[in-house]
C-alpha cells in the first residue's frame, strides 16, 4: 500500500480532499504530503444520538437473505441503521457524504467494501464474509481498513448459512474445503463463491460483533483528548 513516498492514507486524504471539497489543513498546497485525513469529532456518548450503521446491500448475488433481521439486530443493538442500494449512478460524492458522517458500515464482501476509504478513524467496518472468501476478504479489504485507522470486524458465514449448502449439498466439498476450487483458478471461484451464493446471517453471532462495534465507538468517544482506540481484527464464526 506504498507506492512512491504515498500511503494508503494518502489516497483517502485525496479522496476526501476531492469529494468533500475540503483543502487539506496540512499545507496551502494543492496535494501535500502527508494529507491530512478526516477526523473524528470528540463525542459526549451521553447526549449523542444513537451511532449511524450504514448497511450496504447487494441484490444479485452475496444478497443478505435474512435482510430485515440483520437491520432490526442493528436496531436492538443501539445502532441507527440505514440500508444503502447503490446503484451505477450514485455520485460518489453522494456515497462519500454517507459515509463521512457514519459511525459504522456493514457489507457483505464485494466492491462496494472498498468505500471504507470514505470512512473516518475510530469507525467500525463490520464485513460479512462469505464460504470460499476468507482470504480476499481480510487481504481487499480488512488489512488496508486497519492501516486507516478503523476498526474492523468480520462476521464469517457458517456452511450451513450459505445458499451453496442448498445447491451443492452441507457436506460436499463445495461446501467444506472451498480451497479445491480456488486451486482451479480465480474464475472458477468466482463463478461459485461469488455470483452464485447468499447468505442467511446468524442473529446470535451477528448480534456478538454489533456488541464488539458499540463497546468500541463507547470507549472512542469517551476518549476525548486522548488517543483513539487502537485498531483491531475480530472475527465471528
Request: net charge positive; charged share 20%; aromatic share 6%.
Amino acid at each position: 500500500h506504498v507506492l512512491a513516498g504515498k500511503s494508503i492514507k494518502d489516497f483517502q486524504a485525496l479522496l476526501h480532499q476531492g469529494y468533500s471539497g475540503k483543502p487539506s489543513a496540512t499545507s496551502s498546497a494543492p496535494l501535500p504530503l502527508p494529507l491530512a485525513t478526516p477526523s473524528r469529532p470528540c463525542v459526549d456518548h451521553a447526549k449523542a444520538a444513537k451511532p449511524k450503521m450504514l448497511i450496504f446491500i447487494r441484490k444479485q448475488n452475496r444478497v443478505i437473505l435474512n435482510l430485515p433481521h440483520v437491520v432490526t439486530a442493528c436496531r436492538r443493538a443501539g445502532f441507527a441503521p440505514h440500508v444503502m442500494n447503490l446503484r451505477r449512478q450514485t455520485p460518489l460524492p453522494v456515497i462519500h457524504a454517507a459515509l463521512a458522517s457514519a459511525d459504522a458500515m456493514v457489507a457483505v464482501h464485494g466492491a462496494a467494501v472498498t468505500h471504507f476509504l470514505f470512512m473516518r478513524p475510530g469507525t467500525v467496518l463490520l464485513q460479512i464474509v462469505p464460504v470460499g472468501l476468507d482470504w480476499a476478504a481480510e487481504s481487499f479489504y480488512g488489512k488496508p481498513a486497519q492501516q486507516l485507522g478503523l476498526e474492523y470486524l468480520e462476521y464469517r458465514v457458517a456452511p450451513e448459512e450459505s445458499s451453496l449448502a442448498a445447491e451443492y449439498g452441507l457436506n460436499s466439498t463445495v461446501v467444506q474445503d472451498p480451497s479445491v476450487i480456488s486451486s482451479q483458478g480465480w474464475w472458477e471461484m468466482k463463478k461459485v463463491y461469488m455470483d452464485r451464493q447468499n447468505v442467511t446471517v446468524s442473529i446470535k453471532r451477528f448480534g456478538e460483533l454489533l456488541r464488539a462495534a458499540k463497546l468500541h465507538l463507547k470507549k472512542n468517544a469517551t476518549a476525548c483528548g486522548g488517543k483513539p482506540a487502537a485498531a483491531s481484527h475480530a472475527a465471528v464464526r
